[in-house]
């Protein structure tokens, strides 16, 4: 009896020692080959380069050279242009007549029959309405002649690698003008000289500096067609007095002026 | 004396068993799981049945175009570039949780504008179209996403099962607006003229582990 609790108590002992040496010698972790695998196309790379939207103003249309322009020879006489009254009107500044073209603001208006002070000149021009700076009397159909106006022609060029659709252009006049400086565009063709025209279209007056000397002007949007590297546009500087000096600053913005996106399949 | 000298002898003579049983005990038992651990590497190397990994491959190629090969030059704001390549599972295995990650380099002020979605077409492109059916991939056409919002992105609508169908497909690049301006031919220091080279990575994972009896 004593002899059978030993052997079953010897038993039980063997059996949990069995135990521990089998947990002691078991493996304790997955094997490697449970491992996820991936597989990853080889990397490839690709570049993207921005292009470039920039204008400049320089003296002829291949200028490329950067940094304001300073117009210092708006000494050419031009605008000269004859036309007639279209309505009488009695001691007032406003006038119509039947053509603007080739009348710019500056110019000194007369009058073969009289009635136009001396010295008198065109100071806004709005359609066939001009506005002067003195008091006029004239009867409708009365021939009226407009000249001494001083020009510099300028050109703005596209050297960006965008084509635009437009730029804006400011101008700080360096000395005083009593009615200020004009910057004008031309429809057609320029044909410069001392009488300019624009050939095939009309010339634009886009805006007026007359803030006095010193003053700069607030950006004006020039709209149109601008391709990469060529002229934008050619343009003139008026003002009435000879010997002005102004800045031109031209400057484009990517939010509004650049062409519009395209899409390209390649 | 005797006597208590004969039952103390007894009793360290079971004790002595006792330590011996138990000893033996552990040690065969620890043998016991030995052997069988070893028995069955044995049976992976020796064994005569074969065992063959599959193969998991995910390769990308030019579709039509240039693909990834060449750059992309002289973009704006709002201009959109196609590219088109070719995704496919070439392996033996299915793939699972296709994904893209964009990696951008060089012009940081370039990338963080540039917005990528992805299209997949049944058939090829032809000039930018589908004839087939087209589906989204990643984004959608109307909702690019971030170039650099593109890390282990999941891809969508793919096939990705072994010696499946080609993926065909579109890569959009649209470049978001920005606003600079350049004055008197002056650039600022911004996108343009800038490059950024965009690293593409298409990953595909394996298949779920499956149990195959028999």
């Known amino acids: 009896m004593q002899r059978g609790r030993w052997i079953s108590r010897n038993f039980r002992l063997a059996a949990v020692a069995a135990l521990v040496g089998a947990i002691s010698l078991a493996p ?10 991936s597989a990853r196309a080889i990397p ?9 939207a920039k204008v400049v103003a320089g003296l002829t249309s291949g200028a490329t050279a950067t940094g304001t322009l300073t117009l210092s020879g708006i000494t050419t006489s031009s605008c000269s242009a004859s036309t007639t009254v279209t309505a009488k009107v009695t001691a007032a500044q406003t006038i119509f007549v039947a053509s603007a073209t080739g009348i710019s603001i500056g110019n000194i208006i007369t009058a073969a029959g009289g009635g136009v ?9 709005t359609g066939l309405t001009l506005t002067l700076s003195a008091n006029v009397t004239l009867a409708k159909n009365d021939p009226v002649a407009f000249q001494g106006c001083f020009q510099q022609f300028f050109s703005v060029n596209n050297i960006g690698s965008i084509a635009l659709l437009a730029f804006s252009i400011s101008q700080t006049s360096a000395s005083a003008s009593p009615t200020g400086i004009s910057i004008q565009g031309c429809s057609g063709t320029w044909v410069e000289g001392s009488s300019a025209t624009c050939s095939g279209g009309t010339i634009s007056t886009l805006f007026t500096n007359t803030s006095g000397g010193s003053a700069t002007s607030s950006f004006t949007s020039i709209s149109g067609t601008f391709p990469t590297g060529a002229q934008a546009r050619e ?32 | 004396m005797k006597l208590i ?15 011996l049983v138990v000893a033996a005990a552990t040690v065969g038992g620890g043998a016991l799981v030995s052997s069988s651990v070893f028995a069955a590497l044995t049976a992976e190397a020796t064994g005569s049945s074969s065992v063959e990994a599959g193969t998991i491959k995910w390769v990308q190629t030019t579709a039509t175009g240039d693909g990834f090969s060449t750059g992309i030059t002289g973009v704006a704001p709002g201009d959109i570039q196609n590219r088109y390549v070719n995704l496919a599972n070439t392996g033996t295995l299915d793939g699972l949780t296709p994904t893209l990650t964009i990696v951008g380099s060089g012009a940081a002020a370039l990338t963080n504008i540039l917005k990528v979605n992805i299209q997949k077409c049944t058939v090829a492109w032809a000039a930018g179209s589908c004839s ?8 959608s056409v109307g909702t690019p996403v971030l170039v650099s919002s593109v890390t282990g992105s999941a891809l969508t609508n793919l096939n ?31 996108i343009q003229g800038a490059t950024s080279t965009l690293a593409w990575t298409f990953t595909l994972q394996q298949r779920a582990a499956v149990t195959v009896e028999g």
Do not use: H, M, W
Not at chain 1, 44 to 49: K, N, Y
Not at chain 2, 5 to 19: M, N
């Open chain 1, 28 to 37: 304790t972790e997955l094997r490697s080959a449970d491992a996820v695998v």
């Open chain 2, 160 to 190: 990705i099962t072994s010696a499946s169908l080609t993926n065909r497909l579109k890569i959009t690049i649209t470049v978001g607006p920005v606003t600079e301006v350049t004055t008197n031919g002056v650039l600022p220091s911004g």
């Open chain 2, 132 to 139: 087939g059916t087209a589906s989204d991939v990643l984004g």
């Open chain 1, 44 to 52: 490839t790379s690709i570049s993207v380069t921005a292009g470039t």
């Open chain 1, 117 to 125: 002070p001396a010295n008198t000149r065109v100071t806004g021009i």
């Open chain 2, 5 to 19: 000298s004969g039952t103390v002898l007894q009793s360290a003579s079971r004790f002595t068993v006792k330590i």
């Open chain 1, 235 to 266: 343009l003139r500087a008026v003002c009435d007095r000879s010997g002005q000096t102004t800045q031109i600053n031209v400057r484009v913005s990517t939010a509004t002026d650049l062409r519009a996106g395209i899409t390209t399949n390649g």
